[in-house]
């Protein structure tokens, strides 16, 4: 019988760069854009590397059925969906396990950030669509949900930023790609309410030591506060223009 037997690439190369040229601390390039999509009440793309999710918002609006509305808040609905044509191999398009449960861990970190109690007996829809993903997925499409939300003049506590952090050949790295996702000790997608010091999801694949889980926060929160910044940014500079035409 013949078995494939794929071997571990090296992930921190001889000058101490990773596979894809950047230093440990570095991030991925990041592009973020609000209010494209016509259609709906708020909406959001934001992409790190070659990882893209857009995300749409509706509502606040009437729930559908009416009895699972609730008297003194509105109802979160997210639906994390990864496209067919995301990923290498066709991905196919029904909801998998994975994206339920992603699903619900990104429902749970808006849930700590919109005022939801703003909107009782209404419902707040989410969909973010991942258009192509390496790596980062939950992350980039929380960030553009929030944004999204944000967008749809819904009010919130905070904005939320994440990325995520692990461990490549024993050494600590911002942002993992998609070989170092597969192939890493660790895996530790964060994000955080930052101006509130909250943290709204942490999720932790492989392991730490706790110096390293410490170490792992610290580079986190500085990748953290850069998102967050252009996050205020983006919905900064569509809005002051909004203001000028008006
Ligand atoms: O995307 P994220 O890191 O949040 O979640 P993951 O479950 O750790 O997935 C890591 C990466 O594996 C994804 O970003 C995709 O690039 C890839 N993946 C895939 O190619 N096909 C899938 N069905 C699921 C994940």
Known sequence: MLTLQVQKPKLILEDGRRTDGRRPDEM???????????NANG?????????????AVYGPREMHPRHLALPDRAVM??????TPFSTDDRKNPSLSRREIEISKVIREALEAAVLAETFPRTTIDVF????????????VALMSASLAVADAGIPMRDLIAGVAVGKADGTLVLD?????????EADMPIAM?????????????????????????????????????LQKETLTSKYSAYKEVN
Do not use: C
């Open 43 to 55: 909406s959001a793309i934001v992409e790190m590397g070659k990882t893209k999710v857009l995300t």
């Open 128 to 139: 973010s669509e991942v258009l192509q993903a390496d790596a980062g997925t939950r992350l």
């Open 28 to 38: 991925r390039p990041i592009k973020m854009e609000v209010g494209i999509l016509k």
């Open 77 to 82: 609905r997210v639906r994390y969906h990864m």
């Open 193 to 229: 309410m930052p101006s509130l010091s909250q943290v709204t999801l942490l999720q932790l694949n492989g392991n730490f030591t706790p110096e390293e889980f410490r170490a792992a926060i610290q580079l986190a929160s500085k990748g953290i506060e850069e998102l967050y910044k």
């Open 176 to 184: 993992l790609n998609e070989e170092e996702d597969m192939w890493g």
